[in-house]
Structures are given as C-alpha cells and as structure tokens.
Nanobody, 121 residues
Framework: QVQLVESGGGLVQLGGSLRLSCAASGSISSIVHMGWYRQAPGKQRELVAATTSSGTINYADSVKGRFTFSRDDAKNTMFLQMNSLKPEDTAVYYC???????????????WGKGTLVTVSS
C-alpha cells in the first residue's frame, strides 16, 4: 500500500524559513509526477509547486523566488524549501504524486494527509 507522509511543518515568524519533506513508501515502481499543494482556512486547495511533463517545475506566482521544489528519486522523497515566509503562506501543505506500482501501467494519484505551516507576523 502506497503512502505519502509529510513532515517539517510548524510555526515560524515572518521572514523565516521551513523545509517540508514528503516520503513515499510502499511497493513503488516509479513516481511519474510530484507536487506540493496548500489549503488556507476558508480557501480552496491550490498548487504551490509541481513537476511538469517536460521535467521543469511549475511554481505558483505567489511563491516564485521564495520556494524551491526538489526531489530525491533514490529515496522517493520530495522537498519544499520555503524562505521569506509571509502570513499569507499559512496553510496546510499537502504532497501529491502520481505513482505506478508493480503490474500497474496506468498509475494512481496519491495525497498525503498534510502538514500545517503557520507564519506569524
């Protein structure tokens, strides 16, 4: 059974930094797509950063220049380095991945349970 587990959230002051991690576990053949999303109170879930089919990273305009997506394929792990944090970055952050398991040629989308990031002013 495939699981995504986030870690690294917490409380940080305006201008601070956090690094989120998301580890995929289970019987995994390959991870086709990975990304981070967030949902602030009373708002819809939105894209933060995600891989594209061309291999580049797509960032939300609101985080460009402040957040950096990275991945360690050997460990099936992705990261989100968040710098210059603002109160408007406060949200639950979710990792997302499209994963193939052995014998599966199409894949399935998985979500983590989320990690809370709170930025105080």
């Amino acid at each position: 059974q495939v699981q995504l587990v986030e870690s690294g959230g917490g409380l940080v002051q305006l201008g601070g930094s956090l690094r989120l991690s998301c580890a995929a576990s289970g019987s995994i053949s390959s991870i086709v797509h990975m990304g981070w999303y967030r949902q602030a109170p009373g708002k819809q879930r939105e894209l933060v950063a995600a891989t594209t089919s061309s291999g580049t990273i797509n960032y939300a305009d609101s985080v460009k220049g402040r957040f950096t997506f990275s991945r360690d394929d050997a460990k099936n792990t992705m990261f989100l380095q968040m710098n210059s944090l603002k109160p408007e970055d406060t949200a639950v952050y979710y990792c997302n991945a499209w994963i193939l398991v052995p014998g599966d040629y199409y894949g399935e989308e998985y979500w983590g349970k989320g990690t809370l990031v709170t930025v105080s002013s």
